[in-house]
Every structure is written in structure tokens, then in C-alpha cells.
């Protein structure tokens, strides 16, 4: 009787070993991505980081990091254009795998996701038409404006705080569109995007930033717990240690505003 005590209790120490083992290997978002062979990118449209080519391919510092990443993972790569005030719920709910889209590192994000170690520097900065920007060079000028921001970003953050009115749009893109057209006075945007969008010899000449609101750094981020964002910081390290990120920067300008990813990883470890 004593010997097949043993044995059973044997069974259920061997049982409660392999459940969790089983559980930590069905939860790992790693084994899911590479099982079904794609990885799902959420992104919006955003030069330098996520934007399309003239063949109507996704391309930008972000977009050609992801398909080295899915490539180092042995899968291909989706791009899904996402509303980015519902990135969370489109996490959560697989339809895409990771949002990768120069995504501000804040306090509601961090706790919402797995995040990355930062990778890039950044701030909002104002965007004026260049007639009168003269006028707009702190935040003191500011009052009274209305301005145009993407729903659910940091730039929509700043213009909270500062108290001015604001129209609240899909994309960074449509509010600079709305400064253009003269239906806001204003926009907030990521001074990554305005190095790209606004200025000489750009699609939006007439327009100009003036005032950075703040600074910043970006991440990617995973549903909460994912085991990617360990794989992606490795990833992250050894491409900027071959020189491999610094190279793709140089391509779309944002070369400047690389973080050392040796020292995120040290700093994170």
C-alpha cells in the first residue's frame, strides 16, 4: 500500500511540474508568433517611422527594423493599420501582435503593455503655419489656439495640459492636414514626423514647428507579460552592436535620436 502511495504522489509531483511547464509554453506569445509563421505589426501612417512607398509597400525606420525582427524569428511580417486609441484592445485581442509605431514609453502605456527598452529619443513639438510663427515661440504664446492632434497619443497628453482647445483626429498625418487648411490653428506632433513632414522641401512647406513641449523616448510594446519584448530587446542590442540599426537610422535621417541600446540593456538589467 505504502509503495503505491509513493508512486502517486510521484505521479502528481511529475503532473503539477509538467502543468505549469505546459501553461508557460502555451502562454508564450514567442511559440504562438512562430507557430502561426507571421508577425502582425500595428502601426498608423507616420514618416519617418511607418509609411508607404511609392509601390505602396510599408517602409520607415520602424517598419524596416520589424521585418528584420520577424526575419530573426524565422516568420514574415503583417502591417495593420490600426486607430491608436484602440492599440490596447487590438493587443488584446490578436489581431495584431505588437504596436510598433515611434509609441511614446508613458506611465498608462507601461502599464498597459509589455514595453521594449526605449530606442529612440523624441518630443511633441508645436506645428504653425510659417507665416505666423513668429508669434508661437513658448508655451506662453500658445494660449487661445486650437489645435488638431491624434486621438489617443502624446501629443493629445500636451495639449491637455496646456488647456487649449483641440479637435481630436485619426492620425498625425490628417492633423497637420488641419493646420493646412486653416479648420485648427495648430497641431501637435512627434518632432521625429516634423523633421520629415513640415519645412522646406516637404509636402508641407508652408507650415513650421516652433515649441517642443516636451521630451521623450520610444518603445514597442506587447501584450502584458509577452516573452517578445525580451526577444525584441535582444534583437535590439545585437543589431546595434553590428552597426545594423545604425544603418537603417542613417537611411530615413533619425540617426540622431538613437539610444544607445548597450546601455538601455545595462540600464534595464
Known sequence: ?????????????????????????????????????????????????????????????????????AESLGVDVEFVEIEWDNKVLELEAKTIDV???????????MAAMECSNAYCQNAQTVIV???????????????????????????????????????????????????????????VIDLLMAAAMVGEGTGYEGLINTVNLNSEEYGVGFRKGSDLAAALNEFFLASYEDGTMQEVAETYGVQAALIDQTAAAEAAA
Open 1 to 69: 500500500m505504502k509503495k503505491i502511495i509513493s508512486l502517486a504522489l510521484a505521479a502528481l509531483m511529475l503532473l503539477a511540474i509538467s502543468v505549469p511547464a505546459l501553461a508557460d509554453e502555451a502562454e508564450s506569445d514567442l511559440a504562438y508568433v512562430q507557430d502561426k509563421g507571421v508577425l502582425v505589426v500595428g502601426i498608423t501612417e507616420f514618416e519617418p517611422m511607418d509609411y508607404r512607398d511609392e509601390n505602396g509597400e510599408w517602409i520607415g525606420f520602424d517598419a524596416d527594423m520589424a521585418k528584420a525582427f
Open 99 to 109: 504596436v510598433w509605431n515611434g509609441m511614446t514609453l508613458n506611465d498608462e502605456v
Open 129 to 187: 503655419p510659417a507665416d505666423v510663427a513668429d508669434q508661437y515661440q513658448s508655451a506662453e504664446d500658445l494660449d487661445g489656439l486650437v489645435f488638431a492632434v491624434e486621438a489617443g497619443s502624446a501629443g493629445e497628453d500636451q495639449v491637455e495640459a496646456l488647456g487649449n482647445e483641440y479637435t481630436a483626429v485619426l492620425t498625425q498625418a490628417d492633423a497637420l492636414l488641419e493646420v493646412s487648411a486653416g479648420t485648427s490653428d495648430a497641431a
